[in-house]
């Protein structure tokens, strides 16, 4: 079973029972930058974000089966400096990274270059080494949740 059918059921729950995701009120005000992009832009991300959790997961299960290789395949190809410009046909080079504030588009180089940096470890075969190495990887992706928010 792949992490996008385990993924379902998790869904399914939440919009069965729909009080366990909202129980807790909203915040009075929501204290992250709004950011403004594009239609477009915006959907590309949202599919963006939600394939990084997938990643993150991936390469969790990876590395604890001790697959270090494929962890960091997955880290390069989905995270890390590859998987920048992959909307740049699609959007006539204007992807969701033209629309970020410049902290924001720091944070996320800073997210891609770790997860190239993390990949380049794992691929040694240390697996405390990988596990450390993703670490700022996760670190960048709070960091960007926490001081923004899309419109």
Excluded: W
Aim: charged share 20%; net charge neutral.
């Amino acid at each position: 079973m792949t992490v996008r059918q385990r993924a379902h059921p998790l869904l399914l729950l939440a919009a069965m029972f729909p009080t366990l995701v909202s129980a807790q009120p909203p915040p009075a005000e929501d204290p992250r930058t709004a950011v403004d992009m594009p239609a477009l832009q915006r959907a590309l991300m949202r599919e963006d974000m939600l394939d990084h959790l997938i990643a993150l997961d991936e390469i969790l299960g990876d590395l604890s089966a001790n697959q270090l290789n494929a962890a960091a395949d997955v880290a390069e190809e989905r995270l890390g400096l590859s998987s920048m410009g992959k909307h740049a046909a699609r959007t006539g080079g204007q992807g969701p990274g033209r629309f970020m504030p410049e902290a924001m588009r720091s944070i996320g180089i800073g997210m891609h270059r770790a997860a190239s940096e993390f990949a380049n470890v794992a691929r040694t075969g240390n697996r405390d080494a990988a596990y450390q190495a993703l670490q700022p990887v996760v670190g960048a992706c709070v960091a960007c949740h926490a001081g923004f928010r899309l419109r």
